[in-house]
């Protein structure tokens, strides 16, 4: 069993719905939870990093982590054709902070 | 956010030639820069860890005498493969860390050997 697992997708929906993002871990000591964005042949770029569980939200964003069931999921409402892209999600240890990512979720929002 | 920089953005050599990446943040100092390659569809794998001024450390299963790591000063870290082969081709990402942990990526290179 991978450490972090994510379903690579891909998923397609209407521009305007809301996109729901999942990861799920097995090591309890992960604290640090980022998602990133990637689009086609460029590099990652951070979107969201929390520490422990709850919410955190950046405009369309919502960052949720539940650590009692090693869930995480980040939200995008009002979806835009812009945002398809590859969305990855990472975590960390307490005190290491080199991130353990998932494969990633193709994401495809169309017009 | 803070920027890191890479190049080449994209270079292609003939087998048994050797390539260098470099890794740079524009607007911050890293004692820490990371490596990772990505195949087609699949997820970021950690290559290295270079730290400024000492040796770099190497995940299980990467040979450092092929993939030479050099983190000379706070901003700039270099990648050079040796003697490259085909099965070399691949997405090389840097990254580098601020002082509050936050890892921002480089926008890689896509390395094909002939």
Redesign the interface.
């Known amino acids: 069993q991978k450490e972090v697992e ?1 379903d ?1 997708g891909p998923l397609s929906v209407p521009e305007g719905a809301i996109v729901s993002l999942n990861c799920t871990y097995s090591n309890s000591a992960f604290q ?1 939870f ?1 998602w ?1 964005r990637q689009y086609s ?6 979107l969201m ?1 929390t520490y422990s569980s709850g919410n955190k939200e950046d405009g369309r964003f919502t960052a949720q982590v539940d650590k009692s069931s090693k869930y995480i999921s980040l939200f995008i409402r009002d979806s835009q054709p812009s945002d398809s892209a590859t969305y ?1 999600c990472a975590m960390s240890k307490g005190g290491s ?3 353990t ?4 979720t ?1 994401l495809i929002v169309h017009p | ?1 803070a920027v ?1 920089s ?1 190049h080449p953005s994209w270079v292609i050599c003939k087998s048994g030639t050797s390539v260098k990446i470099e890794c740079r943040s524009l607007d911050f100092q890293a004692t820490t820069m ?1 490596w990772y390659r990505q195949f087609p ?4 794998m ?1 290559m290295a ?1 270079s730290n400024e001024g000492s040796k770099a450390t190497y995940e299980q299963g990467v040979e450092k005498d092929k993939f030479l790591i050099n983190h000379a000063s706070l901003t700039l870290s270099t990648l050079t493969v040796t003697s490259a082969h085909p099965e070399d081709s691949s ?1 090389y ?1 840097c ?1 580098a ?1 601020t002082n509050y ?8 290179t ?1 390395l094909t050997v002939l």
Not at chain 2, 101 to 108: K, L, R, Y
């Open positions: 994510q690579p640090y980022m990133y042949r460029k590099g990652p770029e951070l990093y990855l902070y080199i991130p990512f998932g494969r990633g193709s | 956010g890191v890479q990371f569809k699949q997820s970021l950690l860890t997405f990402i990254s860390r942990n936050e890892q921002f990526f480089g926008p890689g896509r």
